[in-house]
């Protein structure tokens, strides 16, 4: 295991925009003395005041002492010239997404630090090894990608390239682990691990709403409510921006010569020609004037708790209904498992979506009062549920299903009948592109889980999320999602393919 950069080392910071700005206050705090680099006249000072400013705010919350705050302060500086950085021991570059001016600000510094330095781009969509290429010695090079804002979250990646020497990555790996981040290595390939693996989460979404599913308050309501993540992929996009979000979309799908996994959405590319680029200017999905209402998800309307119910096996879905049941004192009764039942409620029949629509799985299961629910990441706590209801499905069935889960403490919102659901085909879908990065030699089953819960505040890796319901079940979503679309975007990753057989879960 290779050591950190001891604190004595000077780190160069090249670029003080936003993420050069938050790197060098991340160094500056772990110990080093940093310089920082802009090609914009008086760029690095205003970062240098900034930083200092965010030491004193530290210092005032009791989080540094004001002589650590005063310390750190001082330990960076302004420089005015690439000369100045010549004493450094490792060079973070975050200056503009561009091949070209990167090649060159590079090579540039080949020819000037020392030739124990190391070179390290924070670059987040730009190939290292083709940064590298352009090096005489591109083995000193590697990808440190921060997330914004660099102080505050704890993931960087560290991304080798072909020609990056192992310890490099190694050394860079245990400096940001020393500065309190949470690293994970990474191969260079397009959009390293988070920017590819998040893909679904906005695509799935975008196909869900394009197909009528719901509206983009109920999309999002569901992923938050039932899925427990953070923010709903709408809302979300919209605090990205659509210029952004569909550059990083196309530039991935581009990138893996147009892998119809990653195939953008007609609807991004409306927004982004409307000029609706979200929150930043004041309309994107939804509408950000002072005077607009934030619109709210679709909720069934109160229906009679169903006199007979019926909770079925021992399933996490069922134990939790059962236990939400009892614990409003309702009455049901518990029966062994019957196939994939969840529960039936008077006429009507409940089972967790598989991938099928209800439509589907009411004709080929012969039973047509079917209503499927949604994935939660816990049942038990869920406070509200996705249902799709079957075209053959009585209405006093769909009424009876609304009443069992309003009975049992959950907002219902009754979907289109889209295949998958909302939460289940997002997570089936991020959790076969976390398999195939891993599948790829991309990163490991640990990284990759880190990367997402980390760098995008998923509420729990997709791997861990996948044996959490089983890897058949996602192999099954998938199945059933690519034989609905035909299309080679819901393949299933080999690894899954694998894992399934194998009989096996993540590890
Ligand atoms: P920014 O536009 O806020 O800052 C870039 C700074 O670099 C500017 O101050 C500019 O004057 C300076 N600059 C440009 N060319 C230069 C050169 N040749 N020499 C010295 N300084 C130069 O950009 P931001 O957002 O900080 O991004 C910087 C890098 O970090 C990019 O590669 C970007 O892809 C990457 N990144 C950005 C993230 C974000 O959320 N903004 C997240 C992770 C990575």
């Given at each position: 295991m290779s050591a950190a950069l001891s604190s004595q080392c000077v780190v160069a910071v090249i670029g003080a925009g936003a993420m050069g700005a938050g790197i060098a206050q991340v160094a500056a705090a772990a110990g080093h003395r940093v310089r920082l680099l802009d090609n914009q006249a008086g760029a690095a000072a205003r970062a240098v005041s900034g930083i200092a400013a965010q030491f004193d705010k530290l210092a005032a919350k009791g989080k540094l002492s004001a002589e650590q705050a005063q310390?750190?302060?001082?330990?960076?500086?302004?420089?005015e010239q690439l000369s100045d950085l010549a004493d450094a021991t490792l060079v973070i570059e975050a200056i503009v997404e561009n091949l070209q001016v990167k090649q060159k600000l590079f090579c540039d510094l080949e020819a000037l630090v020392g030739t124990d330095c190391i070179l390290a781009t924070n670059t987040s969509s730009i190939s290292i090894t083709a940064i590298g290429a352009a090096l005489k010695r591109p083995q000193r090079l590697a990808?440190?990608?921060?997330?914004?804002?660099?102080?505050?979250?704890?993931?960087?990646?560290?991304?080798?390239?072909?020609?990056?020497?192992?310890?490099?990555?190694?050394?860079?790996?245990?400096?940001?682990?020393?500065?309190?981040?949470t690293p994970v290595h990474a191969k260079s390939t397009p959009g390293f691990i988070v920017n590819r693996v998040a893909r679904p989460y906005y695509a799935e979404a975008l196909r869900v709403l394009t197909e009528g599913g719901a509206d983009c308050a109920t999309l999002d309501a569901c992923c938050r409510e039932a899925g427990g993540f953070r923010m709903g992929p709408f809302e979300l996009m919209d605090m990205i921006g659509h210029d952004v979000n569909f550059a990083v979309t196309r530039s991935v799908w581009n990138a893996y010569f147009c892998d119809p996994r990653f195939l953008p959405s007609l609807m991004q590319q409306e927004l982004v020609d409307a000029g609706f680029l979200g929150r930043k200017n004041g309309r994107g999905f939804y509408c950000?004037?002072?005077?607009?209402?934030?619109?709210?998800?679709?909720?069934?309307?109160?229906?009679?708790?169903p006199g007979e119910i019926v909770v079925y096996g021992s399933s996490p879905a069922a134990r939790a209904l059962a236990a939400r049941l009892s614990a409003r004192a309702v009455a049901f009764t518990q029966q062994s498992a019957q196939g994939e039942l969840l529960a039936r409620a008077g006429a009507a029949t409940l089972c967790v979506t598989d991938g099928r629509s209800a439509t589907r799985r009411a004709a080929e299961s012969a039973t047509p009062n079917t209503v499927l629910i949604d994935?939660?990441?816990?049942?038990?706590?869920?406070?509200?549920?996705?249902?799709s209801v079957a075209a053959q499905c009585a209405l006093e069935a769909t009424?009876?299903?609304?009443?069992?889960?309003?009975?049992?403490?959950?907002?219902?919102?009754?979907?289109?009948?889209?295949?998958?659901?909302?939460?289940?085909?997002?997570?089936?879908?991020?959790?076969?592109?976390?398999?195939?990065?891993?599948?790829?030699?991309?990163?490991?089953?640990?990284?990759?889980?880190?990367?997402?819960?980390?760098?995008?505040?998923?509420?729990?890796?997709?791997?861990?999320?996948?044996?959490?319901?089983?890897?058949?079940?996602?192999?099954?979503?998938?199945?059933?999602?690519?034989?609905?679309?035909?299309?080679?975007?819901?393949?299933?990753?080999?690894?899954?393919?694998?894992?399934?057989?194998?009989?096996?879960?993540?590890?």
């Open positions: 310390a750190a302060s001082a330990r960076l500086l302004v420089a990808g440190l990608h921060f997330f914004n804002p660099a102080p505050l979250m704890a993931l960087v990646e560290v991304v080798s390239g072909l020609a990056t020497d192992a310890p490099v990555g190694a050394t860079l790996f245990a400096t940001a682990a020393a500065w309190g981040k950000y004037d002072a005077q607009a209402e934030k619109p709210l998800p679709a909720t069934e309307a109160a229906q009679p708790t994935l939660a990441l816990d049942y038990a706590t869920a406070t509200r549920l996705a249902i009424h009876a299903a609304v009443g069992l889960l309003q009975a049992a403490g959950f907002a219902v919102s009754t979907l289109r009948d889209v295949p998958g659901l909302m939460v289940m085909r997002t997570v089936a879908m991020l959790a076969n592109e976390a398999a195939d990065a891993v599948n790829q030699g991309v990163c490991d089953v640990a990284a990759v889980d880190t990367a997402m819960r980390l760098g995008v505040n998923y509420p729990q890796g997709p791997l861990a999320w996948a044996n959490a319901m089983g890897v058949a079940q996602v192999g099954t979503v998938l199945g059933h999602l690519a034989d609905t679309y035909g299309e080679d975007r819901y393949r299933t990753s080999p690894l899954i393919q694998h894992h399934i057989y194998a009989a096996k879960a993540f590890a």
